[in-house]
Protein backbone atom coordinates (compact mmCIF):
# COMPACT_ATOMS: atom_id res chain seq x y z
CA UNK A 1 0.00 0.00 0.00
CA UNK A 2 0.99 3.63 -0.16
CA UNK A 3 0.87 6.18 2.11
CA UNK A 4 -2.70 7.25 1.29
CA UNK A 5 -3.77 3.97 1.42
CA UNK A 6 -2.11 3.11 4.64
CA UNK A 7 -3.82 5.72 6.08
CA UNK A 8 -7.22 4.93 5.17
CA UNK A 9 -6.65 1.48 6.50
CA UNK A 10 -5.46 2.55 9.94
CA UNK A 11 -8.84 4.35 10.08
CA UNK A 12 -10.83 1.67 8.95
CA UNK A 13 -9.13 -0.23 11.48
CA UNK A 14 -9.86 1.73 14.23
CA UNK A 15 -13.04 2.36 13.47
CA UNK A 16 -13.90 -1.35 12.94
CA UNK A 17 -12.22 -1.98 16.63
CA UNK A 18 -13.90 0.48 18.53
CA UNK A 19 -17.40 -0.03 16.89
CA UNK A 20 -17.07 -3.62 18.24
CA UNK A 21 -16.14 -2.97 21.55
CA UNK A 22 -12.21 -4.01 21.42
CA UNK A 23 -11.43 -0.45 22.59
CA UNK A 24 -12.79 2.23 24.28
CA UNK A 25 -12.46 6.27 24.86
CA UNK A 26 -9.48 7.21 23.90
CA UNK A 27 -7.63 3.85 24.52
CA UNK A 28 -5.43 1.92 22.31
CA UNK A 29 -2.97 3.19 19.39
CA UNK A 30 -2.01 1.78 15.79
CA UNK A 31 1.07 2.32 13.91
CA UNK A 32 2.04 0.98 10.13
CA UNK A 33 5.83 0.75 9.01
CA UNK A 34 5.94 2.93 5.74
CA UNK A 35 8.13 1.42 2.96
CA UNK A 36 12.00 2.26 2.61
CA UNK A 37 13.56 4.20 5.10
CA UNK A 38 10.28 6.57 5.28
CA UNK A 39 9.64 5.27 8.84
CA UNK A 40 6.45 5.08 10.60
CA UNK A 41 2.35 6.54 11.20
CA UNK A 42 0.91 6.13 14.40
CA UNK A 43 -2.46 7.42 15.74
CA UNK A 44 -1.90 10.49 17.52
CA UNK A 45 -1.63 10.50 21.66
CA UNK A 46 -5.22 10.69 23.77
CA UNK A 47 -6.63 10.08 19.96
CA UNK A 48 -10.26 7.75 19.81
CA UNK A 49 -9.78 5.15 17.41
CA UNK A 50 -13.03 5.26 16.18
CA UNK A 51 -13.01 8.91 14.82
CA UNK A 52 -9.69 8.77 13.14
CA UNK A 53 -8.49 11.02 10.62
CA UNK A 54 -5.65 10.18 7.44
CA UNK A 55 -4.28 13.26 7.64
CA UNK A 56 -3.88 13.63 11.17
CA UNK A 57 -1.57 10.86 11.97
CA UNK A 58 1.59 10.77 13.25
CA UNK A 59 4.38 10.53 10.82
CA UNK A 60 7.68 9.57 12.62
CA UNK A 61 11.20 8.66 11.00
CA UNK A 62 13.15 5.80 11.79
CA UNK A 63 15.33 7.90 14.02
CA UNK A 64 11.94 8.67 15.90
CA UNK A 65 11.65 12.50 15.08
CA UNK A 66 7.82 13.32 14.40
CA UNK A 67 7.66 15.20 10.44
CA UNK A 68 4.08 15.60 10.22
CA UNK A 69 0.74 15.36 12.00
CA UNK A 70 -0.67 15.93 15.49
CA UNK A 71 1.38 14.82 18.56
CA UNK A 72 2.08 11.17 17.96
CA UNK A 73 1.13 7.72 20.56
CA UNK A 74 2.89 7.99 24.09
CA UNK A 75 3.99 4.82 23.25
CA UNK A 76 6.10 5.18 20.26
CA UNK A 77 8.73 3.97 21.54
CA UNK A 78 7.38 0.84 22.50
CA UNK A 79 6.00 0.62 18.62
CA UNK A 80 9.63 1.45 17.35
CA UNK A 81 11.45 -1.27 19.70
CA UNK A 82 8.77 -3.98 18.82
CA UNK A 83 9.81 -3.07 14.98
CA UNK A 84 13.33 -3.40 15.29
CA UNK A 85 12.90 -6.37 17.16
CA UNK A 86 10.30 -7.98 15.09
CA UNK A 87 11.66 -7.43 11.11
CA UNK A 88 8.18 -9.25 9.72
CA UNK A 89 6.17 -6.58 11.88
CA UNK A 90 3.93 -4.52 9.20
CA UNK A 91 1.60 -2.87 12.04
CA UNK A 92 1.48 -3.04 15.68
CA UNK A 93 -2.10 -2.56 17.88
CA UNK A 94 -2.45 -1.87 20.75
CA UNK A 95 -6.15 -2.42 22.59
CA UNK A 96 -6.85 -2.50 26.37
CA UNK A 97 -9.51 -5.33 25.76
CA UNK A 98 -11.78 -5.95 28.46
CA UNK A 99 -11.30 -9.96 28.98
CA UNK A 100 -7.42 -9.83 28.34
CA UNK A 101 -7.06 -6.65 30.99
CA UNK A 102 -9.36 -8.74 33.53
CA UNK A 103 -7.48 -12.13 32.90
CA UNK A 104 -4.38 -10.10 34.19
CA UNK A 105 -6.66 -9.08 37.30
CA UNK A 106 -7.76 -12.13 37.75
CA UNK A 107 -4.37 -14.16 37.32
CA UNK A 108 -2.87 -15.30 33.89
CA UNK A 109 -2.40 -19.07 32.98
CA UNK A 110 1.73 -18.41 33.36
CA UNK A 111 4.16 -15.44 33.15
CA UNK A 112 5.12 -17.22 29.84
CA UNK A 113 1.93 -17.98 28.23
CA UNK A 114 -0.89 -16.27 29.52
CA UNK A 115 -3.49 -17.84 27.97
CA UNK A 116 -3.31 -22.22 27.75
CA UNK A 117 -3.67 -23.45 23.82
CA UNK A 118 -6.90 -24.26 24.50
CA UNK A 119 -8.36 -24.25 20.55
CA UNK A 120 -6.62 -24.95 17.45
CA UNK A 121 -6.95 -21.07 15.66
CA UNK A 122 -5.58 -19.98 18.90
CA UNK A 123 -1.91 -22.06 19.02
CA UNK A 124 -2.41 -21.15 14.77
CA UNK A 125 -2.98 -17.76 14.78
CA UNK A 126 -1.53 -16.52 17.56
CA UNK A 127 0.66 -18.51 19.56
CA UNK A 128 2.86 -18.12 23.01
CA UNK A 129 1.94 -14.69 24.80
CA UNK A 130 4.03 -13.75 27.37
CA UNK A 131 3.30 -11.52 30.09
CA UNK A 132 5.26 -8.55 30.73
CA UNK A 133 5.41 -7.04 34.66
CA UNK A 134 3.36 -3.94 34.92
CA UNK A 135 4.81 -0.25 34.10
CA UNK A 136 3.15 3.21 33.46
CA UNK A 137 1.96 4.00 29.90
CA UNK A 138 4.71 4.67 27.75
CA UNK A 139 7.86 3.93 30.18
CA UNK A 140 10.88 3.03 27.98
CA UNK A 141 11.32 0.26 30.50
CA UNK A 142 8.38 -1.81 29.07
CA UNK A 143 9.63 -1.25 25.81
CA UNK A 144 13.03 -2.57 26.61
CA UNK A 145 11.50 -5.83 28.28
CA UNK A 146 8.70 -6.58 25.20
CA UNK A 147 12.00 -6.09 23.14
CA UNK A 148 13.73 -8.95 25.31
CA UNK A 149 10.87 -11.33 25.03
CA UNK A 150 10.50 -11.07 21.09
CA UNK A 151 14.48 -11.31 21.11
CA UNK A 152 13.94 -14.66 23.32
CA UNK A 153 11.46 -16.02 21.90
CA UNK A 154 13.59 -16.06 17.97
CA UNK A 155 16.15 -17.72 19.34
CA UNK A 156 14.02 -20.39 20.62
CA UNK A 157 12.46 -20.99 16.89
CA UNK A 158 8.92 -19.35 18.00
CA UNK A 159 8.68 -16.12 16.82
CA UNK A 160 6.05 -13.79 19.02
CA UNK A 161 3.09 -12.14 17.52
CA UNK A 162 1.90 -10.51 20.82
CA UNK A 163 2.62 -9.43 24.15
CA UNK A 164 0.05 -8.40 26.95
CA UNK A 165 1.25 -5.46 29.02
CA UNK A 166 -0.08 -6.36 32.81
CA UNK A 167 -3.20 -4.42 33.55
CA UNK A 168 -2.80 -2.66 30.61
CA UNK A 169 -3.87 -4.46 27.32
CA UNK A 170 -2.32 -6.22 24.16
CA UNK A 171 0.16 -5.21 21.48
CA UNK A 172 -0.19 -7.30 18.58
CA UNK A 173 1.74 -6.97 15.90
CA UNK A 174 1.51 -8.73 11.54
CA UNK A 175 2.51 -8.03 7.97
CA UNK A 176 -0.55 -5.32 7.48
CA UNK A 177 -3.11 -3.62 9.50
CA UNK A 178 -6.22 -6.31 9.22
CA UNK A 179 -3.73 -9.54 9.93
CA UNK A 180 -2.67 -7.14 13.29
CA UNK A 181 -6.36 -7.15 14.09
CA UNK A 182 -7.07 -10.91 13.25
CA UNK A 183 -4.95 -11.39 16.04
CA UNK A 184 -6.36 -9.30 18.35
CA UNK A 185 -9.81 -10.49 17.83
CA UNK A 186 -8.60 -13.97 18.41
CA UNK A 187 -6.37 -13.31 21.51
CA UNK A 188 -9.69 -11.48 23.30
CA UNK A 189 -12.07 -14.04 22.02
CA UNK A 190 -9.60 -16.95 23.50
CA UNK A 191 -9.19 -14.92 26.82
CA UNK A 192 -13.04 -14.65 26.90
CA UNK A 193 -13.55 -18.52 26.25
CA UNK A 194 -11.39 -19.52 28.73
CA UNK A 195 -12.66 -16.59 31.30
CA UNK A 196 -16.60 -17.72 30.76
CA UNK A 197 -15.05 -21.31 31.49
CA UNK A 198 -14.05 -20.95 34.37
CA UNK A 199 -10.45 -20.75 33.38
CA UNK A 200 -10.85 -24.65 33.81
CA UNK A 201 -10.26 -26.16 30.23
CA UNK A 202 -7.57 -28.56 29.97
CA UNK A 203 -4.71 -27.60 26.90
CA UNK A 204 -4.46 -29.49 23.90
CA UNK A 205 -2.22 -32.05 24.35
CA UNK A 206 1.24 -32.52 22.70
CA UNK A 207 -0.03 -35.16 19.78
CA UNK A 208 -3.26 -32.72 18.63
CA UNK A 209 -0.36 -29.53 18.97
CA UNK A 210 2.31 -31.69 16.94
CA UNK A 211 -0.67 -32.22 13.72
CA UNK A 212 -1.10 -28.13 14.45
CA UNK A 213 2.77 -27.68 14.01
CA UNK A 214 2.82 -30.36 10.36
CA UNK A 215 0.04 -29.44 8.60
CA UNK A 216 -0.32 -25.98 9.48
CA UNK A 217 3.27 -24.37 10.52
CA UNK A 218 1.83 -23.50 13.54
CA UNK A 219 4.52 -21.96 16.50
CA UNK A 220 3.71 -23.71 19.41
Known amino acids: ?16 LFERGYVH ?7 VRLAGDAGFLI ?15 AHVGLDGVQRSG ?52 YVMKVGHVPLIPYHRPGDPEAAARVAAAIEAAAARGVP ?6 DRL ?19 EETARLWLLCGREPPPLGEAPLQELREHFGARW
Open 1 to 16: MNDDALREEVCRVGRS
Open 43 to 57: TPTDACLGFLAPGRL
Open 160 to 165: LRAVML
Open 70 to 121: DRASKTLALHRRIYAAAPEAGCVIHTHSTHLVALTLAGVWSEADILPPITPY
Open 169 to 187: GPNVWHASPAEAMAVLEEL
Open 25 to 31: ATAGNIS
